[in-house]
Nanobody, 123 residues
Framework: QVQLVESGGGLVQAGGSLRLSCAAS??????AAWFRQAPGKEREFVAA????????VYADSVKGRFTISRDNAKNTVYLQMDSLKPGDTAVYYC??????????????????WGQGTQVTVSS
């Protein structure tokens, strides 16, 4: 079993930055990802990273502004969010999957989820 604990959300003005953290405990996993869900909208993919090689991929909407990284020693994945926009306002979720999945930008591919952390960007 894997437990994920997120932290780092908050309120920030447009153009500001936040860093989210997701501490994992339990089994090792293949890939970690961040998703987000705004009120009235479906959960959407933000970024993902493989745990061993560190290969990352981003949604077009955050490319160039967000950076996903991991610290293997701390078993933690991060999401550095810069140049934040009001449209980035959402609950952000960390998720992991144990094995490779072609559909890794889909929420259904992930086995374990954190509790979510609120990010609010004011204009």
């Amino acid at each position: 079993q894997v437990q994920l604990v997120e932290s780092g959300g908050g309120l920030v003005q447009a153009g500001g930055s936040l860093r989210l953290s997701c501490a994992a405990s339990g089994r090792s996993f293949y890939r970690a990802a961040w998703f987000r869900q705004a009120p009235g909208k479906e959960r959407e993919f933000v970024a993902a990273i493989t745990w061993s090689g560190g290969s990352s991929v981003y949604a077009d909407s955050v490319k160039g502004r967000f950076t996903i990284s991991r610290d293997n020693a701390k078993n933690t994945v991060y999401l550095q969010m810069d140049s934040l926009k009001p449209g980035d306002t959402a609950v952000y979720y960390c998720a992991v999957v144990m094995t490779y999945s072609y559909y890794y930008t889909s929420a259904s591919a992930y086995d374990h989820w954190g509790q979510g952390t609120q990010v609010t960007v004011s204009s």
